[in-house]
Nanobody
Framework: QVQLVESGGGLVQPGGSLRLSCAAS????????MGWYRQAPGKQRELVAD???????TYGESVKGRFTISRDNAKNAVNLQMNSLKPEDTAVYYC?????????WGQGTQVTVSS
């Protein structure tokens, strides 16, 4: 099993920035890809960004150029720097890790972009 703990959500004004962090524990040696997904009310969960152990990165189309994902393999952590936030970025953000073809999820952290 892998446990994921997120931090860093909150309320921010449009155009502002937030940084999300996620720390993994447990069977961390099994993890390949780590990333972030989000789910807004009434919508399906969608990929925000993910990164492999070899640092291959994928971004969702709506966040390209504004969000940056990074990974610290020594600390088993993944971070998401979110800049130029928009009201449509409001959602619950979930940390994800893939290990031995199993998906693990954090509890989610709320990000609200509003004036």
């Amino acid at each position: 099993q892998v446990q994921l703990v997120e931090s860093g959500g909150g309320l921010v004004q449009p155009g502002g920035s937030l940084r999300l962090s996620c720390a993994a524990s447990g069977r961390v040696w099994s993890i390949t890809t780590m990333g972030w997904y989000r789910q807004a009310p009434g919508k399906q969960r969608e990929l925000v960004a993910d990164i492999t152990t070899g640092s291959m990165i994928t971004y969702g189309e709506s966040v390209k150029g504004r969000f940056t994902i990074s990974r610290d393999n020594a600390k088993n952590a993944v971070n998401l720097q979110m800049n130029s936030l928009k009201p449509e970025d409001t959602a619950v953000y979930y940390c994800n890790a893939v290990g031995h073809f199993v998906d693990y999820w954090g509890q989610g952290t709320q990000v609200t972009v509003s004036s």
